[in-house]
């Protein structure tokens, strides 16, 4: 259930173990957040999100809904409980704790990448490996990052602290207003749309079955044992049922009588569909903006939105993003068109940033596979990978204990 970046990843490993894959998608599989993200592949992002602090921030940033970490106020029992989860799981011991775990599914994920790049299945398509620049505007921020750059150092990826004319060699072509950059040479990045594309054409004439516009309504369950996944078109039997619903999972959780806290978290795209000298992707820090250079265009992109599930595009988000991009490539125009023609993407949000992957007690032919948040394009292949070791029985590529739909917050 999900046709999303994880959902057909999970069928792609899945359909290599030699099993018979139905894929149930209630959109067209044409956007979302597999679709409107910033293509990173980040072992970079060893920090979730749920860090020191954030909360703070967060309740700071209420009544500010051009901030790049915005509550929408809204009485929701449901979003109070996961705040709660949230700041419980906001501690350094905790953090600590998570960094490795997120730094070793991210370097399994951009090897598999790699890994499905020259098994030539979905043919060419853009991979590159320049590495991610942090870019910053003042000391604070610069020193920052310094902290992390140290901790992503100790842990054996590859980072180095660039001053403003070494970036600027970087990219001669702009005009950067920053004091400097920590280049993270470990990183990777990717155009989502071509790669979505391919991955689906391969899976479709591999005989895998991908139902478009149908949508989950129920599932039915005897004892420990999902039966029937019913939609509003059919109903299927299956002997392994994965759960890769994206932000709508916690409406589906719900009908198994699983507690599994998520929270949709809203992101925004700007596309620039003309040169603009852009060579190397970054993250400006002080706004938390994605700029990348994609496959025949410029993808703007960044914030996290907490306002339950929802389309909408907030005007004054997105004029957020073209500020902030303007101010540090103070050259760089980008048009009243490109504007309007934004669009946004629901990213599901754990209280601890780590996803949930693996299988719940209460079931035992279900494997959940959700909750990446900012890193779901990052991690998509390595989830796939990991559920389908779990349903084949063999040892995992890596320890999945962290990530248990049955953890505590």
């Known amino acids: 259930m999900g046709g999303g970046i994880v959902g057909l990843s999970t ?16 959109s067209d599989i044409t ?11 980040t072992p970079s992002h060893i920090i979730p999100l749920a860090a020191p602090g954030m ?33 419980r799981s906001s501690t350094r011991v905790k953090v600590e ?20 790049k020259a098994s030539g299945d979905l043919g060419d398509f853009q991979l590159e490996r320049k590495g991610l620049l942090m870019l910053y505007k ?23 602290a660039l001053t403003k004319q070494e970036t600027q060699q970087l990219e001669p072509g702009m005009d950067l207003d920053i004091l400097g950059a920590i280049h993270y040479e470990c990183d990777g990045h990717t155009t989502p749309k071509e790669f979505m594309s391919k991955m689906l054409a391969y899976l479709r004439n591999s005989g895998v079955l991908i139902h478009t516009e149908e949508e989950v309504r129920s599932i039915e369950v005897s004892g420990k044992t999902v039966q029937n996944v019913v939609t509003d078109t059919g109903e299927y039997q299956a002997d392994e049922v994965v759960l890769a619903a994206g932000s709508w999972t916690s409406a589906l959780t719900k009908k198994l009588g699983l507690k599994i806290p998520l929270q949709a978290g809203k992101g925004y795209r700007i596309n620039i569909e003309r040169p603009t000298g852009i060579r190397y992707p970054a993250v400006l820090m002080e706004t ?67 996803p949930f992957i693996g299988r719940s007690d209460q079931y035992q032919n279900l ?40 953890r505590k917050f």
């Open 138 to 160: 003042t000391e604070k921020a610069g020193e920052e990052e310094m902290k992390v750059a140290e901790k992503a150092k100790f842990i054996g990826l590859e980072v180095k």
């Open 31 to 41: 956007q979302g957040a597999s679709f409107v993200n910033a293509g990173y592949i």
């Open 97 to 116: 704790l998570a960094i490795p775990v997120i730094k070793d599914i991210n370097i399994l994920s951009r090897g598999l990448f790699e890994n499905i």
């Open 288 to 354: 938390k903006v994605a700029v990348t250079p994609m496959k025949g265009f410029t993808r703007l992109a960044g914030t996290m939105e907490f306002s339950g599930i929802n389309q909408k595009i907030r005007k004054e988000r997105v004029e957020a993003i073209a500020h902030a991009v303007q101010n540090y490539y103070p050259g760089l125009e980008i048009t009243a068109e490109e504007k309007a023609a934004a669009k946004s993407g629901l990213r599901p949000v754990t209280p601890d940033g780590l």
């Open 55 to 87: 909360m703070s921030k967060g309740l700071k940033w209420m009544f500010n809904s051009a901030s790049p970490f915005y509550l929408k106020p809204r009485w929701d029992p449901e979003f109070f409980k996961w705040a709660w989860y949230f700041k």
């Open 11 to 26: 069928a792609y490993f899945l359909h290599k173990s030699g099993h018979r894959v139905r894929v149930l998608e209630k």
């Open 367 to 406: 494997v959940l596979a959700t909750g990446h948040a900012m890193m779901g394009w990052s991690l998509g292949p390595a989830t796939g990978l990991l559920v389908a070791e779990i349903i084949d029985g063999k040892k995992p590529s890596m320890n999945i204990e962290p990530f248990s739909p049955d």
